[in-house]
């Protein structure tokens, strides 16, 4: 296996002013710091965070956050979570549903050397699971997920979840674990009053599905949801025992305006390559390095900067303060307008202290998205 930590690179003691763009980089100040904001939230209450590792897709961030406390890691698919082992990570959850052969193949095989969970929403599934489970002589854990306001998977909370329940409870090779639901739809609402409502609203009716459950005396030892953007919400809500947020750890602007406790620790070096009018700066860091799916990218140090748009290759931005600065051959770092998918455009990231490069990380679990 490689190491997810690259020990021998020579860029490692680096200036970052040095570094060949664009070149994604890590404030590991900054990360240190996300990492123990979101741990010190957790720390004294019911619920553990268990960060998406879908943020930065490197073993190397995980590790840190298994030991500022976190109890495990949440996967998006079998691939990451594979990665995630490989880098030392002794407990994942897929919080998805996993269904094609191959998956679910590679999902058993993990977990005869892993704790392995994943969720479902659909009894074929689950014999689907069941069956490759008895194969590799394992046992899967298994959370149901349900749709209580997100309208993405997951069954219908009440009967039909709890039937699903029932169904998983006395099929072999799996085990019910509990529930999942996210609240996707408001984590990034703007508006803190209907992220909070919206959230509460969701796990109010999750967790009365949880005590229909437990009213047929079947045990739902997990109940796990949860965004950045609400982690203050649903990390706190009576029952709830598990935590996924995680962009919290790279951060972006957009999501920074809803929870500026944390700050922008991952962005792009690039270099100005060219000044084609007087406002105009147009960088080496285009869509292919900057991935703009949601959010503006922003330019650290220059709020008189603009996004203006990114080609593949190019990116273009507007000085809208009358602002001459940056002459060809500078370089800026910009933040990604979404840190996840940016980070999964690069194999490996600068870990950054005080200007030089103090590590370098594979993001191994990047473009494993089977
Ligand atoms: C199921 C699930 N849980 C948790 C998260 C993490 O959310 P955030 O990046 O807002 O912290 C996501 C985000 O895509 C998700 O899909």
């Not at 030392?88 to 996993?98: K, L, P």
């Not at 790279?250 to 406002?279: H, N």
């Not at 931005?317 to 999964?344: I, K, M, Q, R, W």
Request: proline share 6%.
């Amino acid at each position: 296996m490689i190491p997810d930590v690259i020990v021998d690179h020579p860029h490692l003691g680096w200036s970052v002013y040095d570094l060949p763009t664009p070149a994604p980089l890590v404030d590991l100040n900054m990360l240190d710091a996300n990492i123990a904001t979101m741990a010190a939230f957790f720390q004294n209450r019911p619920a553990s965070l268990r960060p998406h590792a879908k943020t930065h897709r490197a073993p190397a961030v995980a590790r840190l956050q298994i030991a500022a406390g976190a109890r495990g890691i949440t996967c998006a698919k079998v691939g990451m979570a594979e990665a995630m082992v490989d880098g030392g990570i002794d407990d994942v959850y897929v919080a998805n549903q996993v269904v094609g052969k191959d998956a679910i193949a590679r999902l058993c095989a993990l977990a005869q050397r892993s704790r392995v969970s994943v969720a479902v929403d659909d009894a074929r599934n689950v014999a689907m699971l069941s069956d490759a489970a008895q194969r590799y002589g394992v046992t899967l854990d298994l959370l149901i997920e349900i749709n209580a306001g997100m309208d993405r998977c997951g069954v219908l909370p009440g009967a039909p979840t709890f039937e699903l329940a029932t169904t998983i409870v006395g099929t072999p090779g799996v085990r019910f674990k509990g529930l999942h639901v996210y609240e996707g739809h408001v984590v990034q609402h703007s508006d803190g009053a209907v992220r909070k409502a919206e959230t509460e609203k969701m796990l109010a009716i999750a967790m009365e599905t949880r005590d229909l459950i437990l009213s047929a005396g079947i045990p739902v030892p997990t109940v796990t949801c949860g965004g950045t953007g609400t982690y203050d919400i649903s990390g706190a809500y009576p029952g709830v025992t598990e935590h996924q947020s995680g962009s919290y750890v790279y951060m972006d602007p957009g999501y920074q305006t809803k929870v500026p406790v944390f700050g922008l620790a991952f962005s792009v070096l690039c270099t100005v390559i060219s000044r084609p009018t007087p406002e105009t700066v147009i960088t080496d860091g285009g869509l292919q390095v900057l991935a703009n799916d949601s959010g503006m990218p922003a330019v650290k140090g220059f709020p008189g900067l603009e996004y203006a748009y990114l080609s593949e290759e190019h990116g273009s931005f507007t000085f809208v303060d009358g602002s001459t600065a940056l002459p060809v051959g500078e370089v800026v770092e910009v933040y990604p307008g979404h840190c996840c998918s940016a980070a999964n455009l690069h194999d490996q990231v600068y870990g950054v202290r005080q200007g030089k490069v103090e590590t370098i990380w594979r993001a191994t679990a990047r473009g494993k998205s089977q």
